[in-house]
T-cell receptor, first 113, second 111 residues
Framework: KAGVTQTPRYLIKTRGQQVTLSCSPISGHRSVSWYQQTPGQGLQFLFEYFSETQRNKGNFPGRFSGRQFSNSRSEMNVSTLELGDSALYLC????????????FGPGTRLTVL | AQSVTQPDIHITVSEGASLELRCNYSYGATPYLFWYVQSPGQGLQLLLKYFSGDTLVQGIKGFEAEFKRSQSSFNLRKPSVHWSDAAEYFCAVNQGGKLIFGQGTELSVKP
């Protein structure tokens, strides 16, 4: 079974731009979660989507948004990019139960100049 | 709020030596605990998980972890470290479907 895939793997943007990241979950998984990883803050939960609805949300500003499609693929959007948004963005998929194990993709490395 | 603490930011061990990475959590009920490993530039790979039952859990790559409720700990161990184990290790607790991670422990392996 194929793992979680994320595209693109690397992105370079400038301040003020917006960016969209994509995540395809493991086949059969209905939940997709997004995490931000930075050297200073570590791994932080952004949000989780299940059956096309945001089910859980972390403490990030409204510039960070996401959505999920009927095939469970998910996208994350960051508008008005700031230098501090430079990070590795990881998505994880699970079957959908709150205690189900999350399996991670390779991440998208975003650099904001 | 739940939290996870990994007291050691960086550990160096010799190849063939034993390894123990520490993890302490704060959580009111029975926690769902995980250890993940991350190689440079890669995502997180699940090593093992604890939900309930036997407090000693076995994972992949020869790793094991022991859940100790009295000490609020979930330490990761390996009897003999290989050079390929050099990576960053993260302990995490599941809080209602979202993972709360520790700051990570970077493991270096010297020949």
């Amino acid at each position: 079974k194929a793992g979680v895939t994320q595209t693109p793997r690397y992105l370079i943007k400038t301040r003020g731009q917006q960016v969209t990241l994509s995540c395809s979950p493991i086949s059969g998984h209905r939940s997709v979660s997004w995490y931000q990883q930075t050297p200073g803050q570590g791994l932080q939960f952004l949000f989780e989507y299940f059956s096309e609805t945001q089910r859980n949300k972390g403490n990030f500003p409204g510039r960070f948004s996401g959505r999920q499609f009927s095939n469970s693929r998910s996208e994350m959007n960051v508008s008005t990019l700031e230098l501090g948004d430079s990070a590795l963005y990881l998505c994880a998929s699970s079957l959908g139960g709150f205690t189900d194990t999350q399996y991670f993709g390779p991440g998208t490395r975003l650099t904001v100049l | 709020a739940q939290s996870v603490t990994q007291p050691d930011i960086h550990i160096t061990v010799s190849e063939g030596a034993s390894l123990e990475l520490r993890c302490n959590y704060s959580y009111g009920a029975t926690p769902y605990l995980f250890w993940y490993v991350q190689s440079p530039g890669q995502g997180l790979q699940l090593l093992l998980k604890y939900f309930s039952g036997d407090t000693l859990v076995q994972g992949i790559k020869g790793f094991e972890a022991e859940f100790k409720r009295s000490q609020s700990s979930f330490n990761l161990r390996k009897p003999s470290v290989h050079w390929s184990d050099a990576a960053e290790y993260f302990c995490a607790v599941n809080q209602g479907g979202k993972l709360i991670f520790g700051q990570g422990t970077e493991l270096s392996v010297k020949p």
